[in-house]
């Protein structure tokens, strides 16, 4: 299927390519013709310094097709012009000189135009194509920029970034993080440590989309979740427990648990969005003097 629409997107293309260049060929002969004419009724001295003018605008314009139509044109005229008693066949001596000269400067212009032409539409090209690459490195690099490299979600520069798109609306703030985690550093290595945090990165960013996490610093995860009611948070977070329940990391069986404060409410500005993150983590370190793997929090108290 994705082969027929391509095939059909390509005919179609094509087809409007076509169209485009017999317009500009058309067009270019049209008004060529119409300079032709203009030189003959009015006797205007050396008229093919004019139609020389018409052949190079429009090839370098249009490039070959356009160019050879022209150029064809222009012979035909002087043919006409330069024949005895514009018989388009008989010539006088000086008459097919001048015919000459004309020949070898159409054809002359219309390859060396034509080629300007080409060769500036290729480098054209390619300078799209060049722009459209680093476009897409930049953005590339600009997630880079944005994404933690451990966990795979968002950093808090993204944070500062996209802090804005939480003000005025209702948001549900959550601050996690693993219970016991620099334990699990101590006993089994830091490989382990960033094994665990890759995989917690993983399953946030599937159960809460990774639009809504931030890696706030070493284990800590805020949880940024607009016009979501508390029991569906709830249930979330009860899932990524689920999902973390029992895990193996090089032949180290784990059971995960995770300590989560939060806050909602509006943030009206920065400053008190800032101040529910405050809040959220303020709650996450009541669940931890509390004895941990628990969930606490409130609606926001603004200062």
Avoid at 61 to 90: K, N, Q, T, V
Avoid at 155 to 184: C, S, T
């Amino acid at each position: 299927m994705a082969n027929l629409f391509r095939m059909g997107h390509e005919k179609v293309f094509s087809k409007a390519w076509w169209l485009l260049e017999s317009f500009h060929v058309a067009f270019s002969l049209v008004t060529m013709i119409g300079l032709t004419l203009l030189v003959y009724f009015f006797s205007i001295p050396n008229p093919n310094m004019i139609l020389i003018a018409g052949l190079i605008t429009f090839t370098s314009i249009w490039g070959y097709p356009a160019g050879i139509a022209c150029g064809l044109e222009m012979i035909g005229y002087s043919l006409f012009f330069f024949s005895i008693d514009h018989s388009f066949f008989r010539f006088d001596s000086v008459g097919g000189a001048k015919l000459a000269t004309i020949l070898v400067g159409v054809v002359v212009t219309v390859i060396l135009v034509g080629y300007l032409k080409t060769s500036t539409s290729n480098v054209n090209v390619r300078l799209r194509e060049a722009n459209a690459m680093l476009a897409q490195s930049n953005a590339e690099l600009e997630e880079q920029n944005l994404t933690d490299a451990l966990t795979g979600i968002r950093n808090r520069y993204a944070l500062r970034r996209e802090m804005l798109n939480y003000l005025g609306r209702e948001v549900l703030v959550g601050m996690m993080d693993i219970d016991n985690f620099k334990q699990i550093n101590d006993s089994y290595g830091h490989l382990t440590g960033d094994q665990v945090l890759y995989h917690i990165g993983k399953a946030v960013r599937e159960i809460f989309g990774i639009e809504h996490v931030y890696r706030y610093g070493g284990d800590e995860i805020l949880i940024l979740l607009p016009e979501t009611e508390l029991k569906v948070f709830t249930a979330l977070m009860n899932e990524l427990r689920s999902d973390s329940s029992e895990l193996t990391f090089d032949a180290q069986s784990l059971s995960l648990t995770f300590s989560c404060g939060y806050t909602y409410g509006i943030p009206k500005e920065k400053e008190e969005f800032i101040a529910m993150i405050d809040q959220a983590d303020d709650a996450l370190y009541q669940v931890k003097r509390s004895g941990k793997n628990g969930l606490n929090g409130g609606p926001f108290q603004s200062k």
